[in-house]
T-cell receptor, first 113, second 110 residues
Framework: DAGVTQSPTHLIKTRGQQVTLRCSPI?????VSWYQQVLGQGPQFIFQ???????GRGNFPDRFSARQFPNYSSELNVNALLLGDSALYLC????????????FGPGTRLLVL | EDQVTQSPEALRLQEGESSSLNCSYT??????LFWYRQDPGKGPEFLFT???AGEEKEKERLKATLTKKESFLHITAPKPEDSATYLC???????????FGKGTLLTVNP
C-alpha cells in the first residue's frame, strides 16, 4: 500500500518568493495535517483539514495557508518567504484526525536563501 | 497548553545494552500518546499509540508504557540499526493536533 506522498522532495527559494507544497494521503484517509520541523526540534503543528474543512490552525502567521481537495489531497502555501521558513515540511494523514494515529510522509525540505 | 518533555536529549548505548527513554507530558484530557522513530532527513515513522494509563505495547526490541504523567520507551538489547531520533507526541482535549517533544537522539555502537 502506498503511504503518504509529498512533492517536491527538495526546494530552494529566495526571500520574498512564494512556495506551494503538495501532499497525497494514504488511500481511505480523509484528514491531512501539516507540520514544520526545524533542525533539532520536534514537528510544530500548522494546519489540519478534514473533509475539505480547516479543523485546526497552529501559531503560524497568515503567510501560511492550506487547502484540501475533493480527493483529500492537500496543498500548503507560504507567501513572502523568510529565511526562518527554512525547514522540513511534513504532511500527515489519518482517517478522521481524531485520536487515531497520524502517518507521516517523507517531507519536503525547503531552503530559503 | 499541551507540553511534552523528552529525556535524555541524547543517549549513547553499546549494542545489547538495554535502556529507557522518558516522555513527560501535560495535557488536558489525553486522547492519545504516540511514539515515532525518525531517521535523519526523513519523516517520522509510527511506532506505538497508547490511549490510557497502564497500557503497554511491544514491537520487536521496543516496549512502550504509559502512566498519567509520563511514558517510557524501553529498548531491550538494541542493535546499531535502532539508532535514530525517537519522538513522543500527545493529542488532547478538543485539539486534533499532535504536540511533540524535541526527541531523544539514540546512538547504538556495535
Amino acid at each position: 500500500d502506498a503511504g503518504v506522498t509529498q512533492s517536491p522532495t527538495h526546494l530552494i527559494k529566495t526571500r520574498g518568493q512564494q512556495v506551494t507544497l503538495r501532499c497525497s494521503p494514504i488511500s481511505g484517509h480523509k484528514s491531512v495535517s501539516w507540520y514544520q520541523q526545524v533542525l533539532g526540534q520536534g514537528p510544530q503543528f500548522i494546519f489540519q483539514y478534514y473533509e475539505k474543512e480547516e479543523r485546526g490552525r497552529g501559531n503560524f502567521p497568515d503567510r501560511f495557508s492550506a487547502r484540501q481537495f475533493p480527493n483529500y489531497s492537500s496543498e500548503l502555501n507560504v507567501n513572502a518567504l523568510l529565511l526562518g521558513d527554512s525547514a522540513l515540511y511534513l504532511c500527515a494523514s489519518s482517517f478522521s484526525g481524531r485520536q487515531e494515529t497520524q502517518y507521516f510522509g517523507p517531507g519536503t525540505r525547503l531552503l530559503v536563501l | 497548553e499541551d507540553q511534552v518533555t523528552q529525556s535524555p536529549e541524547a543517549l549513547r548505548l553499546q549494542e545489547g545494552e538495554s535502556s529507557s527513554l522518558n516522555c513527560s507530558y501535560t495535557v488536558s484530557g489525553l486522547r492519545g500518546l504516540f511514539w515515532y522513530r525518525q531517521d535523519p532527513g526523513k519523516g517520522p515513522e509510527f511506532l506505538f499509540t497508547l490511549y490510557s494509563a497502564g497500557e503497554e505495547k511491544e514491537k520487536e526490541r521496543l516496549k512502550a508504557t504509559l502512566t498519567k504523567k509520563e511514558s517510557f520507551l524501553h529498548i531491550t538489547a538494541p542493535k546499531p540499526e535502532d539508532s535514530a531520533t525517537y519522538l513522543c507526541a500527545v493529542s488532547g482535549g478538543s485539539n486534533y493536533k499532535l504536540t511533540f517533544g524535541k526527541g531523544t537522539l539514540l546512538t547504538v555502537n556495535p
